[in-house]
């Protein structure tokens, strides 16, 4: 579905991981190219890379079902965030008779794609470190 503010989106719901875990991950591939966040995420050895690909491929194929001019190489992946879900809370037993919580975290991915107008800027964490300590 093409919202004119947003683009396109796909949302995931109710994934069992901590999504702790999986926010590193999508900060990995936030505003880059559609092709090269794929490709980031089927190299990397993590859970959370398995689930953002498979919402990240959503949101594009939902980018391309109903339009015939786009391209897999004109989009980027504009907004990628991850919210909490509900916990899944389950009696540990332990020794002597005690028992412990686990609690079995979920969360959310929502991954926004969009057309890129020109060319995406590049994102690396050496840029992001030189504008802190250049605001200083």
């Known amino acids: ?3 004119t503010k947003t683009g396109y989106r796909a949302v995931t719901k109710f994934l069992i991981g901590s999504p702790f875990k999986i926010r590193p991950v999508a900060d990995l591939v ?4 559609y092709p090269e966040a794929v490709s980031i995420l089927e190299n990397m050895p993590h859970k959370g890379a398995r689930l953002i690909g498979k919402t990240v491929k959503s949101a594009a194929s939902n980018a ?3 339009n015939k001019k786009l391209d897999e190489d004109m989009l980027y992946i504009r907004e990628i965030y991850i919210d909490e ?3 899944l809370k389950r009696i540990w037993f332990r020794g002597r008779g005690r028992a412990d919580m686990q ?3 979920m969360c959310h991915i ?3 794609v969009d ?3 020109g060319e995406v800027a590049p994102v690396s964490s050496a840029d992001g470190n030189k504008s802190k300590k250049a605001a200083k």
């Open 1 to 3: 579905m093409k919202d």
């Open 30 to 33: 936030r505003r880059r190219t």
């Open 64 to 66: 391309l079902v109903g």
């Open 85 to 87: 879900g509900p916990r």
């Open 103 to 105: 609690v079995k975290r």
């Open 110 to 112: 929502t991954v926004v």
């Open 115 to 117: 057309e890129a107008a």
